[in-house]
């Protein structure tokens, strides 16, 4: 059984960091692309940041860029997303994905296997 785990999420005040982690369980994600995805209340999932097999390729939604760092430990088939000088706006469920692909996209339906999320509160 395939489970992506994400962790790390919480409650931390405007300008604080989280650091979340995504573990991979039950397949091999050699290869693929892995990526984090956000919801909040009302409001679509969005692309929040993708990185590459070979870690040489991110990519970020603007809003993050300079803010938020995805890195990856492919011996530990883990993913991480370092998230630094938080805003308000970043309140939301944070999720990870797998690609079938070793590029990574920003459409959410290039990503076959997603985590069930955590949740990311930021406070005023």
């Known amino acids: 059984q395939v489970q992506l785990v994400e962790s790390g999420g919480g409650l931390v005040q405007a300008g604080g960091s989280l650091k979340l982690s995504c573990t991979a369980s039950?397949?091999?994600?050699?290869?693929?692309?892995m990526g984090w995805f956000r919801q909040a209340p009302g409001k679509q999932r969005e692309f929040v940041a993708g990185?590459?097999?070979?870690?040489?390729?991110?990519v970020y939604r603007d809003s993050v860029k300079g803010r938020f760092t995805i890195s990856r430990d492919n011996g530990k088939n883990t993913v991480y997303l370092q998230m630094d000088s938080l805003k308000l706006e970043d309140t939301a469920v944070y999720y990870c994905?797998?690609?079938?692909?070793?590029?990574?996209?920003?459409?959410?339906?290039?990503?076959?296997?997603w985590g069930q999320g955590t949740q990311v509160t930021v406070s005023s």
């Open positions: 994905a797998a690609s079938a692909n070793r590029l990574p996209s920003r459409n959410y339906y290039e990503y076959h296997y």
């Open positions: 039950g397949h091999s994600f050699w290869g693929a692309a």
């Open positions: 990185i590459s097999w070979t870690e040489d390729t991110t």
